[in-house]
């Protein structure tokens, strides 16, 4: 058995702040982060939670695959941003859906989170210890940010996707890899709360997102190319036989010299940057909800799903829709 994908669903928040608009409260501009980056505009949280998002997109997903919440067997959130230190995300849909037979937790894997838990519910999968697994990504970023922090909060947005996965005989997963080096952590950080019991000599204040954009540059063009390869490799797959890419939406350039490292056309690596930003965990899950509900996918089509991001993190999924 393999994990299929049966169903997809995203959500957005309503509010949609462009370029322009964010050069209207700080020293920016749309062609600056448009140049740079690809980004035109992001949607931030306002009513929004990480949870309402993520039940929204799973509702859709479920939809889309057939199931009701009470057929779930496992729910795993992908997310940096939980309404909640405790209860996780993860447990937080689940009361919301009434999936009152799944085990839910998230797990934390940044940008990477939902290819993460992708091959996680591959490998439960084809264990056989579930054969019905919702995975959510999803992410209110603008928590995190620095709003005077000119170089971070322009890049990031909110928002979440979601798939629901089944065990199928025909189809589905054919091979995931992933990867991680915490020895490079800092260049792309975010602190926990602070120490601040009584008997603490410090006070620290509550930190954001901090990110040596060039060093994680550099790491996103060595290794996603080389990450597919090795899950196109592990799954008998050549390049040209995948019809499209799914990367995480991080910036446009990044998307082009993986696109010309794997000597690939830009036609297969679908964007949804220019729209959303960066969105981290939820990136791939948006993605993939558009261009399954564009109908640019019909069953049997290969892609390649890849994330990369703190951590370090990376990973790929090669798998047949
Ligand atoms: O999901 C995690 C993934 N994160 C990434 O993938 C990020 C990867 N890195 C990048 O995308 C790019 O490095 C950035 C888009 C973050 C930055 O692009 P860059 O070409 O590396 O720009 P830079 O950091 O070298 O900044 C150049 C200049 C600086 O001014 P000076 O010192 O040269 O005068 C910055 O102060 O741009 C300035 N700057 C800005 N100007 C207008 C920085 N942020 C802004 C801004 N608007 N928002």
């Given at each position: 058995m393999r994990a299929r994908i049966a169903g997809t669903g995203s959500c957005l928040p309503k509010l949609r702040v462009t370029n322009d608009d964010l050069g209207r409260v700080m020293d920016t501009s749309d062609e600056w982060i448009r140049s740079r980056t690809g980004i035109g505009a992001r949607h931030l949280a306002v009513e929004e939670t990480t949870t309402s998002m993520s039940v929204s997109a799973a509702r859709k997903a479920m939809e889309?695959?057939?199931?009701?919440?009470?057929?779930?067997?496992?729910?795993?959130?992908?997310?940096?941003?939980?309404?909640?230190?405790?209860?996780?995300?993860?447990?937080?849909?689940?009361?919301?859906?009434?999936?009152?037979?799944?085990?839910?937790?998230?797990?934390?894997?940044?940008?990477?989170?939902?290819?993460?838990?992708?091959?996680?519910?591959?490998?439960?999968?084809?264990?056989?210890?579930?054969?019905?697994?919702?995975?959510?990504?999803?992410?209110?970023?603008?928590?995190?940010?620095?709003?005077?922090?000119?170089?971070?909060?322009?890049?990031?947005?909110?928002?979440?996707?979601?798939?629901?996965?089944?065990?199928?005989?025909?189809?589905?997963?054919?091979?995931?890899?992933?990867?991680?080096?915490?020895?490079?952590?800092?260049?792309?950080?975010?602190?926990?709360?602070?120490?601040?019991?009584?008997?603490?000599?410090?006070?620290?204040?509550?930190?954001?997102?901090?990110?040596?954009?060039?060093?994680?540059?550099?790491?996103a063009v060595r290794t996603v190319p080389m990450c597919i390869d090795q899950a196109l490799l592990k799954a008998g797959i050549q390049p040209e036989q995948v019809k499209l890419f799914l990367l995480h939406q991080a910036n446009l350039r990044i998307i082009e010299a993986v696109a010309k490292r794997l000597k690939q056309p830009m036609e297969k690596f679908p964007v949804c940057l220019e729209e959303c930003g960066n969105v981290s965990a939820a990136s791939v899950p948006i993605l993939l909800d558009r261009v399954n509900r564009d109908g640019m996918l019909k069953r049997g089509d290969c892609i390649v799903l890849a994330g990369f991001g703190a951590g370090l993190t990376w990973g790929a999924v090669v798998l047949t829709w």
């Open positions: 889309e695959a057939g199931i009701q919440p009470e057929e779930l067997e496992l729910i795993i959130g992908a997310t940096v941003s939980a309404d909640h230190v405790v209860p996780p995300l993860s447990c937080e849909v689940q009361r919301e859906l009434g999936a009152v037979h799944a085990a839910a937790y998230d797990l934390c894997a940044a940008c990477s989170g939902f290819v993460f838990a992708l091959n996680t519910a591959q490998a439960y999968i084809r264990s056989g210890m579930y054969r019905k697994i919702l995975i959510i990504g999803a992410e209110t970023l603008s928590k995190l940010m620095d709003w005077q922090d000119r170089s971070t909060c322009v890049l990031f947005g909110d928002g979440a996707g979601a798939a629901v996965v089944c065990a199928d005989a025909d189809g589905g997963v054919l091979a995931g890899v992933q990867g991680s080096d915490g020895a490079k952590g800092m260049v792309l950080a975010c602190a926990g709360r602070p120490v601040n019991h009584p008997f603490a000599s410090h006070a620290a204040d509550l930190q954001y997102v901090q990110m040596n954009g060039q060093e994680v540059y550099k790491f």
